[in-house]
């Protein structure tokens, strides 16, 4: 049962209790008031929430024509209508005319119902009505301050009258005042730079056209003082015609002028940076080039400086014993001819001239050696008979050849050799371990009377490791860098020569391709580690 609050404006109470008694048959739960006078009307009006106002046309002291005056002014909307006796057609258009929404003749109170109910209805709608303008005018509200509050322009684009309006934020963002803007699209196209249009006018067809929802671009957009601002510009349909394409779009513009400024900055800065390294990059390297030629010429230089000086020996006592042999000989030719030589004497001439012979021998075997190790030196990269090797075995058959060589110190070989590695070998890897293990011997245990060598060797995937370590006395740290140039020994005139590791770097890289090192070891002793690859042409697979 529906309920209802009536203000019943009549002065006669039968009358007012006929109408009740029609509201509540027809299933009203009617909540009633009677009144008679102005102040009634009044009092009654403001105190309660009416649902309908049902008022006699001419009361002793009182009318409808008041009683609606004062609900006007009230500003209520309550539907409002006259039942009367006796007004006449003229009055009730008037009256309906100032507000009241309808009347029924006491003679024909049928039509009562109907009119109430059709009355409440229309009351409810325009309430209804009443409440989503009220809530849409509060959201746009919202919408404004919170687009206007975060500096974005807004901008409402009518497509299908090409029509532009612009929020005051828009404008201001621009420097424009709404009367510089002719509200047309093509003006607000000739705001957007030549050279970004087209990427401008191809996201509005994706929108227009093609039924993308939303769009987004970066341009620049004109400012009132001529000066362009780089602007992000995000769109969104909110209207389609019935042929699908978009009608109306709202779009946002956000300044982004300074991160433009910046990201420009940015580039300048990385092709500035780019530009310096490049120019400090040729420079370090024509200043690498320099220090290599420099080195070159040095090592050149002591290269020079040493093989004169190894073989000066050798050749001065060679010409020195052939110069005193030359002298005795013109002295013996001399004596001859005088006849004034014993056979004693001749004899004891004999003698000396056999040791100076030999020793010129022994220096010129010397000189001959020595030339011999020059060669290698500049590594010959012509290559000798290769043949199948065990890697194993040339290690072990260079063991035996060096370190049993001494006996002075006893030294103790451990080996961790994988035994399946074959090589095609001219002899160079050899040279390269026995030079290794001659400097264990020769320079790891000075002053001690055993030690301990360690030689690994293993495969890789397509890399061949050999390691040869000793538990010695270890190389001086500055050393480290120099024991592969030419000549560095720290056993001059010892016997030694400072060429057996320069010799092996050279084979290890020029003709094995590979690496060598060689580093102090943190538990004492040095280790040298050597790698090169598995050429086809050194490494020989399933040879058995
Ligand atoms: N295992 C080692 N322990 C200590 N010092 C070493 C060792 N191996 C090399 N050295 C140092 O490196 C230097 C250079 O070695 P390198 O083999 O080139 O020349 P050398 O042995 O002195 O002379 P050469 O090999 O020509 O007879 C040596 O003089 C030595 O000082
Ligand atoms: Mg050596």
Redesign the pocket.
Known sequence: MNSLCVLVVEDCESDASLILRILTKAGYAVLSARVETEAEFRAELTHRDWDLILSDYSLPGFSADAALNILRQSARDIPFIIISHNIGEEAAVAMMKSGAHDYVMKASMSRLVPAVEREIRDAATRKDRRRFSIALKESEARWNFALEGSGYGVWDWNIAEAKVIYSSCWLSMHGYQCIDMLGNFEHHKSLIHPDDINQVELAWDECITHRATRYRAEFRSKDHDGGWRWVLNRGMVVERGLDGKASRIISTHADISLQKKNEQLLVELNGDLERKICERTAELSAALDHLAESKKLAALGVLVTGIAHELNTPLGNIVLGISTLSDELETLSDQLDRGAISRGGLRSQLVQWRENAQMALRNSSRAADLIDRFKQIAVDQVSHAKRVVNLGEIIESCIDATLNLRSSVEIKCETEIDQSIQLMSAGHLEQVIS?VL???M???FQGRTSGIVEVKAMRVDSEIFISIG?N????KSD?CQR?FDPF????LGQG???????IAHNLVTGILKGTIGIANRQSGG?LVKIKFPCDPLNVIEDIY
């Not at 010695?472 to 190389?475: A, D, T």
């Not at 560095?488 to 056993?491: P, S």
């Open positions: 030079a001659m400097n264990a020769q320079h790891a000793d010695g006395i270890g190389i050393f024991v560095f020994t720290t056993k030694s020569m400072g060429l057996g590791l320069t040095v």
